[in-house]
C-alpha cells in the first residue's frame, strides 16, 4: 500500500507527531513531508517506505484497501493490552443466568 498525503497527515494526527518529530524518526526533510501532505510531490518509495516504518514504529497501523478504502488506526502499546488484560477480569468469575 503506497503512502500518500492524506494517509501522511492522518498517522501523524494519530501519534501526535509534528512534522518536526516524523522528520527526526525517519530521516526525511520536513519539506519532503509538506510537499507529500498538500500533494505537491511524490516522494521515492524508498523515502515513503522510511515514513511509514518511523510512523509504524510510533504506533500507526496502515490499512490496506478491503473494499472499504485504506486507512490508518493507532496500535495499542504492550502497557494498554496488559492494562485491558487486567480489566477484563476485574468483574470476577461469571454466574448462572437465567435468561
Known amino acids: 500500500m503506497p503512502l500518500t498525503g492524506p494517509l501522511c497527515r492522518a498517522a501523524r494526527a494519530l501519534i501526535q507527531w509534528s512534522r518536526e518529530e516524523l522528520a527526526r524518526d525517519s530521516g526525511v ?16 518509495d524508498d523515502v515513503l517506505h522510511k515514513l511509514q516504518a518511523a510512523m509504524e514504529e510510533g504506533g500507526a497501523v496502515f490499512i490496506p484497501e478491503n473494499g472499504g478504502g ?9 502497557r494498554e493490552v496488559r492494562a485491558l488484560g487486567k480489566w ?12
Open 88 to 99: 477484563e477480569g476485574e468483574g470476577g468469575h461469571p454466574g448462572e443466568d437465567d435468561v
Open 29 to 44: 526533510s520536513v519539506a519532503t513531508i509538506a510537499a507529500l501532505e498538500i500533494g505537491r510531490e511524490i516522494p521515492a
Open 70 to 78: 485504506v486507512g490508518v488506526r493507532l496500535r495499542f502499546n504492550s
